[in-house]
């Protein structure tokens, strides 16, 4: 994984109101959209999003930090600051320059002895030992604060499931643990107490980090923000990478997250129906919607990234595609409105990369940068929306962070290949248009984690509860009327490792025996009681009720017609025990958003049917912008659309798609104008709003030249007109009379 690609964006909404005089002359600098970079200011890469995200606190291209970040504030953006958190250009720490000692013996380490590599022989995967926490603050954090940085983003803290093998890891498993360090491919226990430590080191480490920011900020009157850019928790379990995620916004002193989801994440093959492939748009889904359960219920920012492109050398098509998918998934969740719309536009822009079924390399062809800019400027937009997506919004897969725990090394008695007890309770419902949600453990104890949850479905098969507080938070929910639906057959070795169900006077042989005794039900392990109710197990406990299929969830994905009984079951519970109306299955999502159609159409579904958008829309995943009466989407494909039928006000000349960011728009008598900014050596297309055709159209360069070039047509059943030219970071200005 090459993790210097990924990173992120950072935003907060600008008011809509504002409610002081004061606010009103100096109104607060928006920080909706955010991209990242390791470069100064360059033409060809001013994306014109709110705030460069810039990378890094040491010189690079003979230009030092401080001048990076003045490069980008004279062009007027905000400025944050991105470092990585478990590796970095950290060589004066490592090299002894920093402390006068060498630190070259805290990377991470597997079990034939190799260091884990960021970059090949130069910058290590880090144990975060004490030393190396206090270089973070003395020699990163206080720098980047001292030159005007007051938003901080701590990077991917990430420790491999793999390794766990250096003699630095064995003194802080010493620490921890109180006894000495146990190999961890010995025993499934050994492997859970390694992961969980590696856990534990990262959330510490963030913790003094992030607690430090915030203090020296403060004796410099300065309101720190700090920000954690990281992938999911679909994704680090799946990739068998461990990583705090969840229990991290529970501390006062993180912000928020960005959601690093993308091609290279969400193409991760997996299980449906017996069959191993690619599941995109699917994946990016359930990615970004565990973003959402980890920080929604804890009042923390969560900010959206996607990646026009990825690490692995495909071809400019697969990454149009891709990132379609993944652009579609992420606006499926109306409650988010602020994103990261691209790290590394240097890697975008100027970079060369294969054409389609040639070994030609060329950079990003010009279709392709119209239409990601087109998709990008609408983000700035973007409005949050209370409409949700088509069909049932109430059913939840619980989640925690101790998926991370079981993934690697393999032990007799346990297998997940391909993290299908996961899938294996998700995809059988997102396939059939069931917009599912994930609701992480660690969330329980807030009051609104459960609130909207008409079904839970949760299995212990690979992951297990960090306290019996999960468990009590989970029985009142039943008790109070809520339906669970328990699956797993509770016999993987990693049910008896060392923890607090059978330590401390508890004596359970698996986690799920405290959580059955709290709901005073007795659930039978295997045998007839199995085959009622479809094969679950049928129990009423207060005012709720609980089913439980004696299955690991991995079987309803690995299996051709595995999730038959967990669909009925599923069925069963939300229309007869939640009485939460009829569960259709479907192949598609769907959501009004503003103005804005976002559609996904899936494939392996139960019909193959494709679905209608009907009127006047604009396609916005054509760099033409086309004004279409209807837009067909096909099982495997999703749309982006503007619906001219609910534009707020249908008599004001606006831009309403353009691949430009949009400024100082007049309107007069009969007039409207406006500037354009985007990247050098790129084109615009935009579709603009008008009263009436023009009869005028003029097109200049920041110097007042008419601009070579130049075209426009008029669509009169819009009454739009579409308008073509070269872009420029300087601005090109139009002009319209009608």
Known sequence: MNTKLFSLCLAASMPILMRHAVAQTNPKPAEKT????????????????????????????????????????????????????????????????????????????????????????????????????????????????????????????????????????????????????????????????????????????????????????????????????????????????????????SLKSIDGYI??????????????????????????????????????????????????????????????????????????????????????????????????????????????????????????????SANRVNGTNAIGVLMGNSLMFQQFPEHAGYSDPRFSNFYGQTLPLLKNGVPVQTVHMENLAFRNTLKDIKVLIMSYANMKPDAAAA???????????????????????????????????????????????????QPAQTGAAADNHNNAQYFKAGKGAVYVIRKNPKEFAM?????????????????????????????????QRGPYDIVAVMDESVNTEPHTVKGLVIDLFDPELPVLTEKVVKPGEQAFLYNLNRVADKNKPQVLAAAARVYNEETGNKTYSFTCKSPANTINSMRVLLPAEPRSVKVTNASGAELSGAKHNWHAASRTLHLGFDNSPEGINVTLLW
């Open 34 to 249: 955010a991209f990242q970079t390791g470069s100064a200011w360059r033409p060809e890469i001013d994306v014109r999003s709110d705030i460069a995200i810039v990378y890094g606190a040491g010189d690079r291209r003979g230009m030092t930090f401080e001048e990076r970040v003045k490069s980008w504030r004279d062009r007027g953006y905000q400025t944050h600051f991105m470092t990585g958190i478990a590796w970095g250009g950290y060589q004066d720490y490592f090299l002894g320059k920093w402390d006068g000692k060498n630190h070259q013996d805290i990377g991470q380490v597997e079990r034939n002895g190799e260091i884990i590599w960021h970059d090949k022989d130069v910058v290590p995967y880090i144990v975060p030992v004490a030393s190396y926490i206090d270089y973070m603050k003395t020699a990163v954090v206080k720098k980047v604060i001292d030159a005007g940085i007051t938003a901080i983003h701590l990077e991917e803290p990430e420790f491999w499931a793999r390794a766990g093998y250096s003699e630095v890891f064995k003194q802080e498993w010493k620490k921890f643990y109180g006894f000495d360090w146990r190999p961890q491919h010995e025993s499934p226990e050994n492997t859970y107490l390694s992961q969980k430590l590696k856990y534990q080191l990262y959330y510490n480490a963030i913790k003094e980090v992030s607690e430090y920011a915030k203090s020296y900020g403060k004796s410099k009157g300065l309101d720190v923000k700090v920000y954690i850019p990281t992938h999911s928790l679909v994704n680090y379990a799946s990739w068998r990478i461990v990583s705090p995620e969840a229990s991290l916004a």
């Open 259 to 384: 959601a690093q989801v993308w091609t290279g994440t969400s193409r991760e093959p997996n299980f449906y129906k017996g069959k191993v492939r690619e599941r995109v748009f699917e994946n990016a889904f359930l990615e970004y919607g565990s973003m959402v359960s980890m920080t929604a219920p804890t009042g923390r920012k969560v900010f959206f990234l996607t990646d026009p492109i990825e690490d692995r050398p495909k071809d400019w098509l697969d990454y149009k595609l891709n990132y379609q998918a993944t652009f579609t998934a992420k606006l499926l969740y109306p409650m988010v409105a602020d994103y990261e719309v691209m790290p590394w536009p240097e890697r975008i822009y100027t970079r060369p990369y294969r054409l389609a079924n040639s070994e030609e390399e060329v950079l990003i062809p010009k279709y392709y940068s119209t239409q990601m800019q087109v998709m990008v400027n609408a983000l700035n937009h973007m409005p949050l």
């Open 471 to 521: 468990h009590e938070h989970l029985a009142e929910w039943v008790k109070a009327g809520g339906v669970l639906v328990y699956c797993g057959r509770d016999n993987d070795p990693y049910q008896s490792v060392m923890e607090w169900w059978n330590t401390k006077g508890n004596a359970f042989k698996a986690p799920s025996d405290h959580l059955f005794k709290l709901l005073g039900i």
């Open 559 to 591: 299996e051709a017609n595995g999730d038959a009984v967990f669909l009925n079951t599923v069925k069963q519970a939300f229309e007869q025990e939640a009485r939460a109306g009829k569960l259709d299955f479907k192949n598609n999502l769907f959501l």
